[in-house]
């Protein structure tokens, strides 16, 4: 898989484009590169109606791509000289995608008054103003979770999700000498702003019913860190959590600056 400057590249041919169908046939060839050659690829752009000049003015920016692999999506934010364009909004729908080794069932960037550099691009990097106002929402399926689990427990994790709840299972040397077989249901919290927190309330060791202060990881796990798992190259927050059936979503703020 190879890494990805999301969108940002194309803004500098978007200045240089023109309106219509031909920007939309221009920004859909850069992303179909960029995003590793998605199984289906729909950009929609507007414009304003006399398009032309330096700093042009996009109104809505929409890619939706569907099954494709990347290392990282790279977008970039600094100080920016005179030349700079402007999107009113900016609107990135992501189906059945691998950030990394990481899936994701869906991933939504929607950010809004965007500045970005049109020179840059010369040089190879993108870059955005440090302002703006941006939201994310991450969507999980239960195998996308089995995925993150076994990064933490191993090989044998198995994750199941039930309405608020989350249970994870995995054969572990507890203590012994022989692997056993446990399974702990637990709740997800976000934690510390940028965590997605999994705390055991009940389990089984081998089929018996033990409290959970048995387990070795009794205090939770941080399933997730945004900061570094969604790997976007944008300072995101986590603040919402809501688990069902077969779905887990997560949403937060998207952050157009640098500090960590």
Partial sequence: MKGAALGLGLLLLLSRAGSGPRLERIVADYLRDALNRPEILVVRVRT????????????????????????????????LPRLAGRVDRFLVRAEALELGSLPLSRLTLDIRGLRYDLSAGLSGTIRLANR????????LSEADLTVWAR?????????????????????????????????????????DGFALFWRPESATIAGVAVPAERLP?????????VRDDLNIGLRLSLERVASGPDRLEIAGQVMLDTRR
């Fill in 132 to 139: 703006g106002a941006g939201a994310y929402t991450a969507e």
């Fill in 48 to 79: 304003e109606p006399a398009w032309g000049g330096v700093g042009g003015h996009i109104r809505v920016l929409e890619a939706r791509a569907t099954r494709f692999a990347v290392d990282r999506l790279r977008l970039e934010t600094g100080a």
């Fill in 217 to 225: 990881f009794a205090d939770g796990l941080r399933l997730i860190d």
């Fill in 151 to 191: 990064r933490r427990l191993g090989e044998t994790a198995r994750a199941r999700l039930e309405p608020e709840r989350l249970v994870l299972a995995a054969t572990s040397h507890l203590g012994g000498l022989f692997p056993i077989r446990w399974e702990a249901t637990g709740t997800l919290t976000a934690a």
